[in-house]
């Protein structure tokens, strides 16, 4: 289960929506500005049993209970960030009374997984994802506005936690311990990602490249049932049962591309396909080459920035120059077909002149024999 979206700009929302259903993006994507995520109930693994009197069952759990109260009281008021959430029309501090609670029984639940499989042979993959989907589950502020309440608490409980617990083995502490911090560290080469522009800039390259010519056709429907915009092997969650990506940048995109690119042209190509005995209709290819061609050099002037009346009449003047080669180029090239037609022709008119001979031959052997 996930934390119910609660949209804090619905002019954003429906305009993503719209933009989606009338086909201007793939996909509808909104800013993490203009929504907040709720809070969820976590479950905990099987075999945990709640204390009797639970929270207030010994002194550790009333101890972490009374810190939340105390956090609570403290908040909005405790960060700048969170600070801003007093301005915010959809901010209303009641909602979030549920933070002390929840924050207790989260830390019990963790230390019931990790108690339970820290001597299994998948214990880190079992108890990270966990934490990860524990994390997830105290939702998540717009952007600007701070972590979501109780979430800082939570892991810094469990970091101290861990670091102070004897009994687990010191190898083991520390991955757990590299795992916890390593999520609290900010990123250092974020760069946000819009998934529309991914999708368009891949489509954009199917659109350009020449899959038109006659020994590349067959690799279209390939390339156009991917969609490389994410990196690595996706990861599922055991319980959540999601599966997330991490997604490329901009940079990563155009480096698969060109990648892409130099790998088909190097691997399919004429000089290939000459070697192979496969180049049989030469005008044929010659004319899809030279239709290719132009395609993209009209896809280059397309790409041109204009400023002033000289940039396109310096635009103007290189279509005209490739308008000229083209005409010239595809004119040779239809010569060349139509000769290639008229000798395929001629010889096939031959081959048939000289086959109606012969079965004419055939025949009066035929009926001479039959006379005799």
Known sequence: MLGTLNVINAENFIKAMSDMQCGKTEIAQISSLDFELKQYITKPIEGYEEPKNFPNCCGKHRQLLQFGKERFEAFPNCCDNHRKLNAAAWFKKEAYAYMPLKLVTTIAYTWHCIAKHIESDDWYKNITDYIEYTR???????????????????????E?????????????????????????????DYEQTDINLLIGKYKEWLRHFPFELSFLSHLKPYFERQMPIHTGKGETNIYTGLTGFKLKIKKQLIGFLQSATLTIIKEINTRKIYHDNQLNDTAGVQLELVLAKRKIELEELDKSGWEDRKDYIKVLKKWLNGEKQFVKEINSAFKDKNKIDFTRDLINGFLGLAEKRHQRTMHRQYKGEQTR
């Open 136 to 158: 997830k589950s105290y939702g998540q502020f717009p952007d600007g506005f701070g972590a979501p309440i109780g979430l800082n608490f939570y892991v810094n409980t469990l």
């Open 160 to 188: 101290k936690d861990i670091e102070n617990e004897k009994e687990l083995p010191v190898k083991k502490k520390e991955k757990l311990l590299n795992f916890l911090r390593k999520e609290e560290e900010p990123g250092t």
